[in-house]
């Protein structure tokens, strides 16, 4: 098989495609389908354990659709991926024998529906999960309401209660002494006279007069 400068070109380009756009959407489906299958695996393994009877034929439905979109999306990604490798090597083919170009376009119709088909039942998919954990979040409640319901019921039926009855509420404990007034005898109160005496200077005598003027002529 003869290859010219155009083909060489066409398997650059579709390598580049390859390594660029469909590797790292293979790893991210790869991851996706892992932790969707963990996801699911849970989700029946809790759907199992659940004791309260509510809805088994929805249950089943849920983990059948389940199931089946996840088949579906693993068969659609395997026939996208030879429908690829088909076109590959058809457009090489092409090269010498113009003939094989109607099969390249076959195998790139095959590839584009069954990436639509894969990409629909992963997103459907996801709508089922959702759903399933809601109902989950839904019968795990009504157990436990359920449960509070009956314990109520029963100890109401142990102790009935009377409507009409009533309980008056206790006052608290004062905190201060109670004791007896008792009237203290206080001492008596005089009031006290406020004599001013303006002009009350005593006398003097002739012996203190001179006392005064010799110790101001010795002061000088």
Do not use: C, H
């Not at 004062?174 to 004599?195: C, D, F, K, Y």
């Amino acid at each position: 098989m003869n290859f010219n400068g155009s083909g060489g070109l066409m398997l650059l380009i579709i390598a580049g495609l390859w390594v660029g756009v469909f590797v790292p959407s293979w790893f991210r489906r790869s991851q996706l389908r892992q932790v969707e299958r963990k996801s699911s695996q849970s989700l029946r393994g809790e759907i199992k354990n659940i004791r309260q009877p509510i809805i088994p034929g929805s249950r089943i439905s849920l983990a059948q659709q389940s199931f089946r979109l996840q088949l579906t999306q693993t068969i659609s990604s395997s026939v996208a991926v030879f429908a690829f490798l088909g076109a590959i090597w058809t457009i090489f083919a092409a090269v010498s024998q113009i003939f094989y170009i109607f099969f390249s376009g076959g195998f790139l119709a095959i590839f584009i529906v069954s990436v639509a088909l894969s990409r629909a039942a992963k997103r459907k998919n996801r709508g089922i999960l959702t759903r399933a954990a809601k109902n989950r979040a839904g019968m795990f409640s009504s157990a436990a309401n359920s449960s509070m319901t009956a314990e109520f019921i029963g100890d109401t039926a142990e102790n009935p209660v009377n409507k009409r009855a009533w309980e008056p509420n206790a006052l608290p404990a004062p905190r201060q002494r109670i004791g007896e007034l008792t009237m203290q005898s206080l001492a008596e109160v005089v009031e006290i006279e406020n004599r001013v005496a303006k002009n009350a200077t005593a006398e003097l005598d002739s012996t203190a007069l001179d006392e005064i003027l010799r110790r101001r002529r010795a002061n000088g």
